[in-house]
């Protein structure tokens, strides 16, 4: 019995979500975006109601946060270490060729943080997995299973960098890629406890499409034009506009990064999703305590129950068992009175016979005396 309610219990405990995935289409700035993420965050953050606080007079009040990150292991510090200092020396990191993971401990403080430390895995996936995994022009190289679907059990949030001057150019790659990231949101959403996944869509390079999603009137208005299948399949999003870094054209078709400047509208994004997400655990976690409850509300009406029933057979037991005795003892009687009725006309019968035969001799001896006595009367 104890078995099978721990077993219960276990059903109804929440999955560990402790994955943000990082998506989004080639050169679009995911390794970059997130080597200067982690390492800004190396340093507490104030925040003022999700925003960054510019140090005067935001030091205390409602809505006051800090937010950093640690380095869970050494190979993800060595990683990011290696990213900013080729940054620093005017270098962009090589392309991602393969999903790389880091692994950080986030520690957020706050008014109803739940959860002040918890440790999230960024997934870097490179720009071709998306396409390959969802653009119908281009052949599956990877599946959607290690893409998406594999990974959706463990998905907390999802980071969509979308490079503005790509999706304003309408090539043939941008409208595959789009394709790409309607279907991966679709697919995403389709899920189990897909739709309570929070997205940041980020236009990555601010520092080069500032000026064009300017024009269009704004980050909102531009994502309304440009990116209108996207926000249609993504339901429910936050938008951001960032730079992570600064770069300057130093040759045709070449810009060289700069990291002089420090970044803008990172942080703010990776709050949302980390305050999303504790809001939602606690939320899932109050419905697995309340389902739990009510397992165990059931079990012990199960077992009182059971113990009804089972006292309830024990006093029809003891009713029905001296019915069955009286049924038995009366119908050993009656066997009893018949063989014991049997018996006495058995022997009853000889012993009437003996008398019988007794008594004529007696008689047939008088009958003959008498003569006897009469002849010799004189």
């Known amino acids: 019995m104890m078995d099978s309610r721990q077993q219960a219990n276990e059903s109804l405990a929440p999955i560990a979500r402790d994955t943000i995935l990082v998506l989004g289409g080639p050169s679009a700035g995911k390794t970059v975006w997130i080597a200067r993420l982690l390492d800004a965050l190396r340093t507490p953050t104030t925040l003022m109601n999700g925003r960054i606080s510019d140090g005067e007079g935001w030091s205390s009040g409602v809505g006051n946060s800090t937010l950093h990150c640690e380095f869970a292991d050494a190979i993800t510090k060595r990683r990011n270490e290696s990213i900013n200092e080729a940054l620093a020396g005017r270098q962009w990191p090589t392309p991602t060729q393969d999903p790389v993971e880091h692994v950080m401990d986030f520690v957020m403080t706050g008014e109803g943080v739940k959860t002040p430390r918890r440790r999230i895995t960024l997934v870097d996936l490179p720009g071709s997995a998306l396409l390959a995994a969802f653009a ?213 019968a000889p012993s009437n016979a003996a008398t019988t035969s007794s008594a004529t001799p007696a008689a047939a001896d008088q009958s003959t005396n008498q003569p006897a006595r009469s002849e010799r009367t004189p």
């Open 136 to 348: 119908p022009s281009n052949p599956s190289t990877l599946t959607i299973g290690w893409t998406v679907g594999n990974q959706l059990a463990r998905t907390a949030a999802v980071v969509l960098l979308v490079d503005p001057t790509q999706v304003v150019e309408r090539t043939r790659e941008s409208i595959d890629l789009t394709n790409a990231t309607v279907a991966m949101l679709e697919h995403l959403r389709a899920s189990p406890e897909g739709r309570s996944i929070p997205l940041a869509i980020i236009l990555s390079k601010g520092d080069r499409g500032y000026k064009t999603i300017m024009r269009e009137g704004g980050v909102r208005l531009f994502a309304e034009r440009h990116l209108r299948s996207i926000l249609d399949a993504a339901d429910s999003a936050r938008l951001y506009i960032s730079s992570a870094t600064r770069s300057r054209l130093v040759a045709p078709g070449y810009r060289e990064p700069s990291t002089r400047r420090p970044v803008e509208n990172l942080i703010e994004p990776m709050y949302f999703l980390l305050g999303t997400i504790d809001r939602i655990d606690t939320i899932r976690q109050r419905a697995a305590m309340v389902m739990q409850a009510d397992a165990r509300r059931r079990g012990a009406g199960e077992t009182a129950g059971l113990a009804a029933a089972e006292r309830s057979n024990a006093r029809a037991r003891k009713v029905e068992i001296p019915a069955y005795a009286w049924v038995i003892f009366s119908a050993g009687m009656l066997l009893f009175l018949l063989v014991s009725g049997r018996a006495a006309i058995r022997a009853g």
